[in-house]
């Protein structure tokens, strides 16, 4: 059910923030595919573009403290978990100011500063780090939750199954958010499973888990509120399947020969950035001028940030085998702190880095 439609925009600020939000992932990443066919940026690029609204409604359900997994389609998480767009590409582009000093590139934004845990290119991969980082918050008794995305691809493998075992045998705080996309690469998710309700297959461990309209981002906004509360408070893992679409290839390498044009099309037809803008103009809270000025501020903070990552260095390959090893033995090992403590060099807040 649309939230959108039934029950309107309520709150014209906060509908403007969100629709902010989602437009800046847009932006970021159109721009990302123009540096890629200038091979600016190298390696693999996989775009999230048509399925902003799951990121940007989540990430209104979340603390601070509290921590992110994603994939390798992550730059919108990246950048709405607040990694700064300059930093995320200069990383793609290699570069020392990028937020792993330019050495994961695309698909492994990190960011110890904002809890972000990545960016990882191993489908379902994240899935046990997430349990593992719930696991720490609970040993230490913090009120945290984990949020842990990934694409429904990730229900074939034994690590999905593992994870949702003892994310319920151990109540830990995950919030699982399985992004919908209803391709794994080239294969449909009818080719590859029998069971095709993904939130079924969670509540088969015992997890509560619904389904969302992840083109709508009040309803994800809403959802998700939903369930950080109820994790936080103590209420066991949580799993929201998030039925989206993503509007471009796979990756940069896809002649896209699995799935018709006009089926993208239709998809298209429901574009989680026109459906909030329209609602919004519909009910008279988005002035023509209005529009105007939120699209020449989205577009003035990406060109900003292409301008620090074309500036930007690589890192010397004197370097190279630095923080192969953790320098952290050296000053006494695990402190603690489930190895969150602030390491962000690039402000040169905190940090045991040698
Ligand atoms: C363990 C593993 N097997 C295969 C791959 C190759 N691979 C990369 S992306 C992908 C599809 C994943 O699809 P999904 O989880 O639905 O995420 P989406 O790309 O749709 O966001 C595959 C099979 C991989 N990265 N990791
Ligand atoms: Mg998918």
Redesign the pocket.
């Known amino acids: 059910m649309s939230t959108l439609k039934n029950q309107g925009v309520t709150d014209a600020e906060h509908a403007g923030h969100l629709l902010r939000q989602m437009l800046r992932v847009r932006r970021l990443e159109e721009k990302c595919i123009e540096l890629y066919s200038a091979a600016k940026i190298r390696g693999f690029l996989?775009v999230y573009i048509g399925e902003e609204a799951v990121a940007a409604g989540v990430m209104e359900a979340l603390a601070p403290e509290d921590a992110v997994v994603a994939?390798?389609?992550e730059h919108g998480h990246a950048l709405l978990r607040r990694v700064s767009a300059g930093a995320i590409l200069a990383e793609m582009y290699g570069h020392a100011e990028g937020c792993c000093r330019g050495r994961g590139g695309s698909m492994h934004l990190f960011d110890a500063a904002t809890r972000f845990y990545g960016g990882n290119?191993?489908?379902?991969g994240g899935l046990p780090l997430a349990v593992g980082l719930a696991l720490a918050d609970r040993m230490a008794g913090r009120q945290r939750v984990t949020v842990c995305f990934?694409?429904?691809?990730?229900v074939a493998?034994g690590e999905f199954h593992e994870s949702m075992n003892l994310a319920a045998l151990w109540q830990l705080p995950v919030l699982f958010c399985c992004?919908n996309?209803l391709?794994?690469?080239g294969t449909a998710l009818g080719r590859s499973e029998s069971q095709t309700d993904i939130a079924l297959k969670a509540a088969a461990y015992e997890i509560s888990a619904w389904a969302v309209d992840g083109m709508d981002v009040l309803a994800v906004e809403q959802a998700a509120g939903r369930a950080v509360d109820a994790v936080r408070s103590g209420g066991g893992p949580h799993f929201l399947e998030l039925r989206t679409y993503?509007f471009r290839a796979?990756s940069m390498f896809d002649p896209e020969l699995y799935r018709e044009k006009s089926e993208v099309a239709q998809w298209m037809e429901r574009d989680p950035i026109s459906l909030l803008q329209g609602a919004m103009q519909e009910a008279g809270q988005l002035p023509e001028e209005d529009w105007a000025a939120l699209q020449a501020d989205v577009d003035a903070e990406i060109s900003t940030a292409v301008g620090f990552a074309e500036n930007g260095t690589p890192e010397p390959v004197s370097e190279l085998s630095r923080f192969v090893y953790s320098d952290r033995a050296e000053d006494g090992g695990y402190t603690g702190d489930g190895g969150t403590a602030e390491r962000d060099t690039r402000s040169g807040k905190g940090g045991a880095e040698g």
């Open positions: 996989h994939t390798y389609r290119a191993i489908v379902a990934f694409g429904e691809g990730a493998e992004e996309n391709y794994a690469m993503r796979h």
